[in-house]
Protein backbone atom coordinates (compact mmCIF):
# COMPACT_ATOMS: atom_id res chain seq x y z
CA UNK A 1 0.00 0.00 0.00
CA UNK A 2 1.23 3.26 -1.20
CA UNK A 3 1.75 5.89 2.08
CA UNK A 4 -0.56 9.21 2.27
CA UNK A 5 0.67 11.70 1.50
CA UNK A 6 3.21 9.97 -1.23
CA UNK A 7 6.96 11.20 -0.61
CA UNK A 8 7.11 13.00 -3.80
CA UNK A 9 5.05 15.13 -5.79
CA UNK A 10 3.76 14.04 -9.54
CA UNK A 11 5.33 14.87 -12.48
CA UNK A 12 4.15 15.41 -15.58
CA UNK A 13 5.09 12.36 -18.14
CA UNK A 14 2.60 12.18 -20.94
CA UNK A 15 0.42 14.99 -21.27
CA UNK A 16 -2.00 15.11 -24.36
CA UNK A 17 -0.96 18.06 -26.74
CA UNK A 18 -4.81 18.68 -27.37
CA UNK A 19 -5.94 18.40 -23.52
CA UNK A 20 -7.38 21.34 -21.39
CA UNK A 21 -4.24 20.91 -19.60
CA UNK A 22 -2.21 21.64 -22.38
CA UNK A 23 -4.09 24.34 -24.01
CA UNK A 24 -3.63 25.94 -20.54
CA UNK A 25 0.29 25.81 -20.51
CA UNK A 26 1.20 23.02 -18.68
CA UNK A 27 4.27 21.10 -19.77
CA UNK A 28 5.70 17.52 -19.70
CA UNK A 29 8.16 17.99 -16.45
CA UNK A 30 6.41 19.87 -14.80
CA UNK A 31 6.00 19.22 -11.37
CA UNK A 32 2.51 19.18 -9.87
CA UNK A 33 2.39 20.82 -6.02
CA UNK A 34 -1.31 21.51 -5.66
CA UNK A 35 -4.59 20.46 -6.62
CA UNK A 36 -7.20 23.05 -5.86
CA UNK A 37 -5.44 24.11 -3.10
CA UNK A 38 -4.53 20.77 -2.05
CA UNK A 39 -1.12 18.99 -1.45
CA UNK A 40 -0.45 16.89 -4.69
CA UNK A 41 0.82 14.16 -3.04
CA UNK A 42 -2.57 13.19 -1.71
CA UNK A 43 -3.59 10.06 -3.08
CA UNK A 44 -6.06 11.08 -5.92
CA UNK A 45 -5.34 14.51 -5.81
CA UNK A 46 -7.74 15.21 -9.11
CA UNK A 47 -10.90 13.62 -7.23
CA UNK A 48 -13.48 12.05 -9.55
CA UNK A 49 -12.55 13.84 -12.58
CA UNK A 50 -16.23 14.84 -13.49
CA UNK A 51 -17.14 16.52 -16.95
CA UNK A 52 -16.89 20.36 -16.49
CA UNK A 53 -14.32 19.99 -13.70
CA UNK A 54 -12.22 22.90 -13.08
CA UNK A 55 -8.80 22.43 -11.49
CA UNK A 56 -6.41 25.29 -10.35
CA UNK A 57 -2.55 23.74 -10.52
CA UNK A 58 0.49 25.12 -8.87
CA UNK A 59 3.05 23.83 -10.42
CA UNK A 60 7.33 24.15 -10.33
CA UNK A 61 8.89 24.09 -13.88
CA UNK A 62 12.79 24.51 -13.51
CA UNK A 63 13.36 27.04 -10.53
CA UNK A 64 10.00 28.83 -11.06
CA UNK A 65 6.33 28.68 -9.46
CA UNK A 66 3.19 29.21 -11.87
CA UNK A 67 -0.40 28.39 -11.82
CA UNK A 68 -2.19 26.56 -14.67
CA UNK A 69 -6.49 26.56 -14.49
CA UNK A 70 -8.22 24.24 -16.74
CA UNK A 71 -11.79 23.21 -17.10
CA UNK A 72 -12.47 19.25 -18.45
CA UNK A 73 -14.91 19.81 -21.03
CA UNK A 74 -18.29 19.01 -20.63
CA UNK A 75 -19.77 15.47 -20.99
CA UNK A 76 -21.54 14.86 -24.34
CA UNK A 77 -24.58 13.86 -25.17
CA UNK A 78 -25.02 10.17 -26.63
CA UNK A 79 -25.77 9.55 -30.08
CA UNK A 80 -29.11 7.62 -30.93
Known amino acids: SLPDPLPVYPTVV ?3 PSSPAAAAGLV ?3 TILAVNG ?17 YTLRVRRGDAER ?6 PAARAPVM
Open 14 to 16: ALR
Open 28 to 30: NGD
Open 38 to 54: RDARRRNPFGARTPGAS
Open 67 to 72: VVRFTL
